[in-house]
């Protein structure tokens, strides 16, 4: 008896505990949106990776089910179903207990990713069902919740007889509650990213993924036995590579490190970092560490061969790594995160660990590897040089900037000073700048009007990207400087306005315009997106105009379906807007300028295969994988009226 009520007590503290996470679930997940949607399904698949680290496991399937749900399961030891000293099984307590996953893993490492590395009792508080299946031992255990609560007792089941010794491990599926997402469809692109790079990260894992909603039935199957190097030319894919991927670990004060690196005849740094399988999209220790000594060793060669004479200053990390792809991923046994989304790794031993590593194997490799060592600093100097000349343009460019804000070229600028309520509206072409001159509420939008398709950053070397009249404009708009590499000018609190809007027409051209900005942004100005200052203005396709009655702006053809639905037999006019350039002043500013009425898409970069994704797909030569990433992005994302 007195067993009993303690228990009952326990699941009342328990259901007070979750029912906070359905409070504000934001907290726990980020978002409600399709960000922390999905995140479910990564918190789930972590405690499978863990299990697989761990060395228990070497199968993960993940089934996105035809009712909506998701399934995911492992060959693993199955979630231990003894009865807890706290009076409940053990796996009752992963389910309902917040922050308990921490208590069974102490033997591996935690995966947590910094601030939603939450565990899946959040999972369970959010979702409208989850059923456990765990096998072990020849039998079966079923468990059930609902929002949370349990809805039956602990189900054990004996296997079939050939069953009983070849299956085991854990099973989850589990529903998304809708009366807390916003949406419950997962992204099936979003979680084979991540999963293809969770494969990636651990070569002896192999990821089953399966989408079998809308009628269909499409497996993938995600096994890289080539580890980092294989991650690094999947990067490189499209790109012209100046040798073989190369690859540097070890182990130092209890750290794992596995580096691999490639260059690339391009002019750009793309170095990711991740710590214990979850990405770091504000970098960290472990990058700088790995940064800077492979920028003292590359310095030490440069001398040795006489390629850096005494008197000649040291090249710089930025000349150094301009052209290298490379991903540094650590396993630290206690994680600590920071910035301002909590993904930059804190620990400075972290530091220590991969710059050790570093220096041991990359010279090892350099030692052995003279033709490979000689390209990459012929491509240092050659950077050098620019960044000479770059720097002399540049400081043309600051000097100038004090005294051009208000006469800024093209630049229509805003009365107000203050941030914080100001915009800025990127227009492409000069007639539909001038419309938008003209429609604005000049007290807080800002309009500035560029010509024809920018240059593509990606494709360009530092100079001449200083040297674009149109980049130029837009870096002396903003006001906050800009960075190059990690080492920058770049100051968020200079920023000029809270909103940089990117409108341009809803086709083609207008979505080539968009991604070459949004690069731009990407690489010069990445804070600026992390920090959610970067949105795409949607204007609207269609506007109809009924007999009678008042007209409606339509955003896309799924809407105009409906439209015709809903009307049906009534008699309207179909008004198409090819371009922005084609809408009076008022029609601009009802659909695409007034906050009450618009509608804009704020841009986020969800991990770093769709980073550089978005610079590959987008910048890539033929246009429709392109248009489908922005119209793809566009209409599943929060949309913010
Ligand atoms: F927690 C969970 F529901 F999210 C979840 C956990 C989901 C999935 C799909 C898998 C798992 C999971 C947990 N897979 N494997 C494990 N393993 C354990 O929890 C486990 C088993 C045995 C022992 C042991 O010491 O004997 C320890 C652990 C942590």
Redesign the pocket.
């Known amino acids: 008896m007195a067993k009993n009520s303690n228990y009952d007590a326990k699941s009342i503290q328990v259901l007070e505990g979750l029912e906070a996470v359905r409070v504000r679930p934001g907290m726990y997940i980020g978002s409600t949106g399709r960000k922390g949607l999905n995140h479910l399904i990564y918190?789930?698949?972590?405690?499978?990776v863990?299990?697989h680290l761990?060395g228990?496991?070497d199968l993960?399937e993940v089934i996105l089910e035809a009712n909506g749900s998701c399934t995911?399961?492992?060959n693993?030891?199955?979630?231990?179903i003894e009865m807890h000293e706290k009076g409940m099984p053990?796996?009752r307590l992963?389910?309902t207990t917040l922050h308990a996953?921490g208590k069974?893993?102490n033997?591996?490492y935690k995966t947590s990713g910094g601030l939603h590395g939450v565990?899946?009792s959040v999972?369970?508080a959010l979702s409208k069902y989850?059923d456990?299946r765990?096998a072990k031992g020849g039998y079966i255990h079923h468990d059930r919740y609902e929002r949370g609560v349990p809805v039956m007792e602990l189900v054990n089941g004996l296997l079939p007889k050939e069953k009983r010794t070849a299956m085991k491990?854990?099973?989850?599926n589990f529903l998304p509650d809708d009366e807390i997402f916003e949406k419950i469809r997962f992204s099936a692109e979003e979680v084979k990213s991540r999963l293809h790079e969770t494969a990636y990260l651990n070569p002896e894992l192999t990821i089953i993924f399966t989408d079998k909603r809308d009628g269909k039935c499409e497996t993938i199957e995600y096994h890289e036995p080539e580890g980092l190097a294989g991650f690094v030319k999947d990067i490189n894919r499209n790109k012209e590579v100046m040798h073989e991927p190369v690859t540097l670990h070890g182990v130092s004060e209890d750290i794992e490190v596995e580096i691999a690196f490639q260059y690339v005849k391009e002019f750009q740094e793309n170095v990711l970092g991740f710590c214990n399988n979850i990405y770091n999209a504000e970098g960290g220790t472990h990058i700088t560490g790995f940064k800077t000594q492979f920028t003292t060793i590359m310095n030490n060669y440069a001398r040795e061969l006489g390629i850096l004479k005494d008197k000649d200053p040291n090249y710089t990390g930025v000349d150094i790594r301009n052209g290298m792809t490379a991903i540094v991923s650590v396993k630290h046994p206690d994680p600590r995160f920071e910035g301002q989304t909590k993904t930059k790794l804190d620990n400075p031993d972290a530091a220590r660990a991969t710059g050790k590593i570093t220096t041991e194997e990359a010279v090892l490799y350099f030692d052995r590897n003279l033709e490979v060592l000689k390209s990459i600093l012929s491509c240092a100097e050659r950077s050098a040089k620019i960044r000479k000349n770059a720097e002399k343009l540049k400081s043309n460019l600051l000097t100038k900037q004090k005294y051009s804000f208000d006469s800024n070229g093209k630049l229509a600028n805003c009365e107000s000073r203050k941030p914080e309520k100001c915009e800025i509206f990127i227009v492409e072409g000069d007639s539909a700048g001038g419309s938008a001159k003209t429609a604005r509420d000049r007290n807080f939008q800002a309009i500035l009007p560029i010509r024809g398709k920018i240059l593509n950053v990606e494709k360009a070397s530092m100079d001449r990207v200083l040297a674009n009249a149109e980049i130029k404009s837009m870096i002396n708009a903003f006001g906050c400087g800009f960075s190059e590499g990690y080492g920058n000018d770049f100051d968020i609190k200079k920023l000029r306005y809270d909103k940089i809007i990117i409108m341009a027409d809803a086709d083609v051209d207008g979505a080539h315009i968009s991604t070459l900005l949004l690069t731009l942004f990407y690489r010069f100005l990445p804070e600026l997106i992390y920090q959610g200052h970067v949105y795409i203005a949607m204007p609207p396709l269609y506007k109809t105009v009924p007999v009678r009655g008042e007209g409606e702006y339509l955003y896309d053809d799924k809407a105009l379906a409906r439209y015709r639905k809903e009307h049906a037999g009534k008699k309207f006019t179909l008004q198409r807007f090819k371009g922005l350039g084609e809408m009076d002043p008022e029609q601009l500013w009802e659909t695409t300028l007034n906050p009450e009425t618009r509608r804009l898409k704020r841009v986020e970069i969800e991990d770093a295969r769709m980073a550089t994704e978005v610079t590959e797909t987008l910048m890539g030569v033929n246009v429709p994988p392109r248009k489908a990433f922005i119209y793809e992005h566009a209409t599943d994302a929060e949309l913010d009226f």
């Open positions: 918190e789930i698949v972590d405690n499978s863990d299990e761990a228990y496991c993960i995911v399961s492992d693993g030891r199955g979630i231990p053990a796996e992963v389910f996953g069974f893993n033997d591996s565990g899946s999972v369970n989850l456990v765990v491990g854990t099973k989850i």
